[in-house]
């Protein structure tokens, strides 16, 4: 017996065998089956090594490779990220300008830290980042980096600084966009499309962390989707690159170089970094940006209504195949708003808006406030297991104050109206005056009368016919507008003869006749 070597340290035994005659043949010698079994191991470690060898290598230059991507990313983008320095004038200095915070978690306490933005350590010198969008001067940064700042500098990687000539931001979405005059083009990034993020995408951060300016982290994509309380107009991209005091403005950039999000707020108990970092998406940044360099401002559209998460069970909706529906119930409709102008209602189920399906109420505010203005949309919502498509014009939105405002004036006359209730004792009927947007849903289709809020069983109205829900327009031949209409026209009726009430219900107009009481 021989072992033949191969190329690469392959190992081969090659047996040499005598035929014998007989049915079993001999049984083969020690010594023969020792120097097979030495052959076998030469095999095996010798092409063990081998493989072992390769997939280092393999996993070496693979770790290279992805090096030479994040390289890339980074001398794609460095060029255009700059440094912000913001102070108060002279008036203001000494005075301590306050920084927005982010909401505290239901378990630490105030002096615990939490989710925040960057705070400067002097109050009248604030530093961050920012990133330049169009050769033109046009920087994209947070707004909490240069609010209260009268003074703005924006410095190049290559040293030049500039004033900051025009400023313009959201409050909503906390972004700023600045402009600075410059008689060249200047390098400009690339901003990504951030809904073709996927969790574990890996990221670089750049900013000017501890005022270490054109500094690059990586890490990957945690989450998507997340909400903060203090800006909850945002999506949040969560992601565990270092993020630290100096880099709120700058951009997280996918390995094509592209901007895909922009830097903004850390969770830390700390004060730095913890591995959970937030970048606003860049998709919502060239929508905000777009209306700030066009209008001034960021016009959203508006719906009018309060909104609540609502998951509806398998065939809610009839013909519909899926196991379970996502939508959103409407609380309250704010009167003369575009929902109400459009017909919602109150326990109205909001499935889809512009064909697009909604799952949430997060998902619904963002379609419907970056919607045109200009056109009409359709909006398919579920009423009492019925599925319905209204068209719904929508107008730019009411400040976020002037809006809770007529929410509490309404609700205050809501409940004003749910204490101006009349309980007829003889007819065992409690009533209350009929109003579309705060009466329970009748659906019928009247402007004035009184509802049925009950009626006793055995009683003269329940006898009658009278139910919930009803609207009682006319007694005998006078027209009820209200419960003094209503009382009135009582008053007046003989109370033994048979008086003729005129309801409309979903069922459509009936009169039903009293009888005499018991």
Sequence with gaps: MSCLFLRKGWVMPVVKRRVRSGLWGKRPSAVGLGVGLLCVMIVVMTHGGFVWAETEQEAI?????????????????????????????????????????????????????????????????????????????????????????????VRLIDGREFPVIDKKSDELSDLAVLRIETTEPLPAAQLGDSDKLDIGDWVIAVGNPFELEGTVSAGIISAKGRTLRSIGRVRFIQTDAA??????????????????????????????????GFAIPANLVKWVS????????????????????????????????????????????IRDTPADKAGLKRNDVVLSFDGREVNDVATLQEMVERASLDVPHKIQILREGRSLELEIQLQESLSERELAERL??????????????????????????????????????VTQGVVVIHADPGKLADRAGLRTGMVIVRVNDQVINNLDDFQAAMKAAPQKAGIKIEVVSRLGRQILTLGEKE
């Excluded at 390995?255 to 850390?266: F, P, Q, S, Y």
């Design 243 to 276: 993020i630290n005091p100096g880099n709120s403005g700058g951009p997280l950039v996918n390995l094509d170089g592209e901007v895909v999000g922009i830097n903004t707020a850390i969770f830390s108990r700390s004060g730095g970094y913890q591995g959970v």
């Design 290 to 333: 777009s209306e700030l360099l066009a209008h001034g401002r960021v016009r959203r559209a508006y719906l009018g209504v309060t909104l609540e998460d609502v998951v509806l069970p398998q065939k809610a909706v009839s013909g519909d195949s899926r196991q379970s529906l996502g939508g959103v119930v409407v609380r309250q409709v």
């Design 408 to 445: 509490k004036q309404q609700t205050d006359s809501e409940d004003q109206t749910k204490r101006q209730r009349v309980y007829n004792k003889d007819l065992g009927l409690m009533l209350m005056d009929f109003d579309a947007a705060l009466a329970p849903d009748t659906g019928v289709r």
């Design 61 to 153: 230059q693979q770790a290279k490779n992805l090096s030479v991507a994040f390289r890339s990313a980074a001398q794609k983008v460095l060029p255009t990220v700059v440094t912000i320095r913001t102070a108060a004038s002279k008036e203001e200095r000494g005075t301590t300008r306050q920084r927005p915070a982010l909401p505290w978690e239901d378990d630490q306490k105030p002096s615990e830290p939490g989710f925040q933005f960057d705070i400067p350590r002097n109050p009248d010198l604030g530093m961050g980042a920012g990133v330049i969008v169009d050769p033109t001067g046009v920087i994209i940064t947070n707004r909490h980096v240069v609010e209260g700042g009268d003074v703005v500098t």
